[in-house]
């Protein structure tokens, strides 16, 4: 039994040499992997053949594997429309091993023109076309048209054909903005006399004013409607905006220029375009009333100045330097006694607290009805007060006492026969 068995093994071996003498023979002389192809360039979108060296013991693959039907066959058919290199890869179905080669299918090529714009506007499209002579174009975006709109910037390309020649086009398309019209002012454009704007345009393109000025900036002065044009390959923006001088001119008149003191004058303002006014008499405001009066009472020259302001700030002003009050021809004697028959006042008093003479009284005869007005230097009525006998004791209507001087007195009564009468006077405050 055991020789027999022997006799089996060796019986097996010798049979099974053959077929590893010939594997090995194979293995032996497996040639280097080549491609086998069209060795000159070919039409565009002609079918060609493609050979990997091998044999039955070898598997491949293909790629790109769109190009090719079969991609796992030693021989395939590709059909290509520009310049193109494939790759196989061969591999051992025993041990295996792989190797890989690549081959360029050269196609006849020249380059074409896209045409369309260069840019795109914001918001808008392009469009890019070739010639209609071309046949089978295809554009990177997989459009196969002989025209395409695009919205975004980018490279576009497309490749066709011209009979036996591809034909390869390639365009870069940015993007522009559209033109913008923005003027900024540096400060209102209501303007007052003298003052000035500037106007500045905002915006990366090409001012163009109405002016007919170019610069960036421009300055106005004067009442205009200005117009800012900005341009470019996308289009044209404007804008306007208006610059007002606001124009105000104080004026006034009086009823008197010159007469004996005291001086009552009357004002008549006749400003244009003003809506506050600030009354000056030498130098000192006196009014901000529109129509004001003034009483003065001591002689000299004076000036009064109006100024005048409109809504926007903006400022006029009227100076008249000529009012002259002189001494009147009548002077009332400013001591005590009797006035007239029925008034009788001092023509001072020390309002100081120490008890004597700290009230300036009237004492009045046939008299009904008496009014005190007292006014300052300056013309401004500071207290009044009536009554059968008013009094004042040197404050002014707010409370304050007054600064030591001499006040314009004006008395006021009714006789008890009905006729009125005024007596006008000075007073020494004396502290």
Known sequence: MKVESYIKILTVTLLSLPFWATLQAETDVVKPLTILGPENAVCAGKSVELKATGGQNFEFIWSPGNLFNFPDRSVVQVTVNQTTTVKVVRIH???????????????NEKKTEIRGNTYICSGDSSFLKIDTKYTRPIWSTGERSYGIWVKTPGIYSVVANE????????????????????????????????QKVVLTSFSPDHPSWSTGETAKSIVV??????????????????????VKVRHVNAHFTTDEYKGEAPLKINFYNSSEKASRYSWYLNGQLFSEEQDPDLLLSEPGFYKVRLIAFNQWGCRSD???DHFQVTEPRDRVVQTPGAIND????????????????????????GVSHVEIRVFDRWGQLIYQEEGFSPMWSGKDKSGNEVSNGKYLLQVNYMEQNGDRNSITSTIHVIR
């Open 93 to 107: 179905k025993i041990n295996m091993s792989r190797d890989s080669a690549y081959f360029t299918i050269r196609i």
């Open 163 to 194: 009979g036996c020649i591809a034909v390869k086009g390639e365009l870069f398309v940015s993007s522009k903005t559209k033109p913008v019209a923005r003027i900024m002012p540096d400060r209102s454009t209501d303007l007052c006399l003298g």
């Open 221 to 242: 002065s004067t009442d205009k409607n200005i117009t800012l044009t900005n341009s470019n390959e996308c289009g044209v923006a404007t804008e306007e905006i208006s």
């Open 318 to 320: 009227m100076i008249y």
């Open 342 to 365: 029925h008034v009788i006042f001092p023509n001072s008093f020390s309002p100081n607290g120490d008890g004597l003479n700290d009230e300036f009284a009237i004492q009045t005869r």
